[in-house]
């Protein structure tokens, strides 16, 4: 069966989905129609903006259908009769009546070696718990949250300086990896795929607000983490003067002193202690201002901040 004539209906909103969907249109897969969320407001001006899928399936001339809720509203899936769902990064959960219409199955690219890090932020909790590796699963779409059969495993080396923001490029050539390599078989009927252990499913909850604030009173490994894991979106921030300044990139040192005290703030860099050790800043962003390298920002900001202070 010839994988490119097939009719692929995909599912996807982000950036992260929409390389994905770019790379398949530009090989010749028949993808004919986009599923992505309803546009939202963007930026400081709140401007309703295309989701990023939708721009690039606009590009092409794919058709796009954005349902509020897509398990009131999908009859028009009916109507194109797929042959393959594939989704990456959707964003909502698919009703199993959805997942029963396409003739060869409903797949997902999961950011993550299943079973470990089901769930909505597989990419951020592989860096937050500083795992070495990680990949994208190729898998079956089930009613139970990404507990599907898997097909095919491409995976990823995570160095000390990705965060967020780099690792999901090197997820999203996975995922595209993970689908080329893997489906051809699986509709061919060769890859029955295996199934999960559920005693080593391990989950991820939604990144929110809170998760973005700044907490000194944790280790440094802990918190050089967690700042690679929200790098470069959203950023987590420390409050001072009445600004939240983001911290986007560090690196441990073997400093000491009181949790989110100020050791080193001068030409040669911004140390700040935590409760193990200290975190030394490499990049930083006031608000309405660039992510800049801490060099540049001290030359705009050297009394901004005082050796001893707690922040």
């Known amino acids: 069966m010839e994988i490119k004539k097939l009719k692929i209906v995909y599912f996807g909103t982000p950036d992260i989905s929409a390389k994905v969907l770019e790379h398949l249109i530009e090989d010749g897969f028949n993808i004919v129609g986009l599923v992505t969320q309803i546009d939202k407001p963007q930026g400081r001006k709140n401007i309703i903006t295309p989701t990023p899928t939708k721009i690039v399936a606009m590009k092409h001339g794919i058709n796009v259908y954005q349902p509020v809720k897509i398990r009131n509203d999908f009859n028009f899936l009916k109507e194109i009769n797929p042959d393959i769902i594939l989704t990456l990064a959707y964003g909502q959960l698919i009703p199993h009546e959805v997942l029963e219409l396409p003739k060869l199955g409903a797949f997902n690219l999961h950011g993550s070696i299943l079973p470990n890090y ?10 937050l718990n500083g795992d070495t590796e990680t990949g994208v699963t190729l898998m079956e779409m089930v009613d139970k949250m990404d507990a599907g059969k898997m097909y095919y495993v491409s995976k990823v080396e995570i160095s000390l300086n990705d965060n967020y923001s780099s690792l999901k490029d090197k997820i999203s050539d996975a995922a595209y990896d ?47 983490n967690k700042i690679r894991a929200l790098s470069y979106e959203p950023g987590m921030y420390f409050v001072f003067n009445n ?14 002193g009181k949790p989110g005290e100020i050791i080193e703030y ?12 200290a975190l030394s800043v490499d990049e930083i962003q006031k608000p309405g201002k660039k992510v800049m390298t801490f060099k540049d920002f001290y030359n705009g900001n050297q009394h901004l901040f005082e050796i001893g202070q707690i922040i």
Do not use: M
């Open 266 to 277: 001068s030409k040669n860099g911004f140390i700040i202690a935590t409760l193990n050790g």
């Open 118 to 127: 089901r769930g909505a932020s597989p990419i951020q909790y592989s860096l």
């Open 178 to 224: 993970a689908f080329i390599n893997g489906i051809q078989d699986v509709v061919d009927g060769k890859n029955k795929g295996n199934e999960q252990d559920e005693n080593l499913a391990t989950f991820t909850a939604k990144i929110n607000k809170e998760d973005e604030i700044i907490n000194f009173n944790s280790d440094n490994i802990t918190l050089f």
């Open 243 to 256: 600004e939240k300044i983001k911290i986007l990139k560090t690196h441990i040192v073997d400093s000491n």
